[in-house]
């Protein structure tokens, strides 16, 4: 499956951003689908999870209460609505693709190539 984020930008902190990550080619309803982030000159970690069906999500600690994700199957997209963001928010966010979700992320296949989100003090 071939994966495109989009939707990064800059905002204030306190702000709200929405990230989308669009699927194509294998079944996107098959995956389990994770967003993760890497800041500057930090390891990529684990932000939020949704299994296949959209009836289970799973959430970092630093994100739980701010960030929301869902999925459309018609749409072949995934989403990451982000609120109350802080600028230690601030980096490049990747959705990714696993066959079931899960918080490690060498248990997913298929990543997208990133969108920057910045967020200004």
């Known amino acids: 499956v071939q994966l495109q984020a989009s939707g990064g930008g800059l905002v204030q902190a306190g702000g709200s951003l929405s990230v989308s990550c669009a699927a194509s080619?294998?079944?996107?309803?098959?995956?389990?689908m994770g967003w993760f982030r890497q800041a500057p000159g930090k390891e990529r970690e684990f932000v939020a999870a949704?299994?296949?069906?959209?009836?289970?999500?799973y959430y970092a600690d630093s994100v739980k209460g701010r960030f929301t994700i869902s999925r459309d199957n018609a749409k072949n997209t995934l989403y990451l609505q982000m609120n109350n963001l802080k600028p230690e928010d601030t980096a490049v966010y990747y959705c990714?693709?696993?066959?079931?979700?899960?918080?490690?992320?060498?248990?997913?296949?298929?990543w997208g190539q990133g969108t920057l989100v910045t967020v200004s003090s």
């Open positions: 990714a693709a696993a066959r079931a979700a899960t918080t490690d992320a060498y248990l997913y296949d298929y």
């Open positions: 080619g294998r079944t996107f309803s098959r995956y389990g």
């Open positions: 949704i299994n296949w069906t959209g009836s289970s999500t």
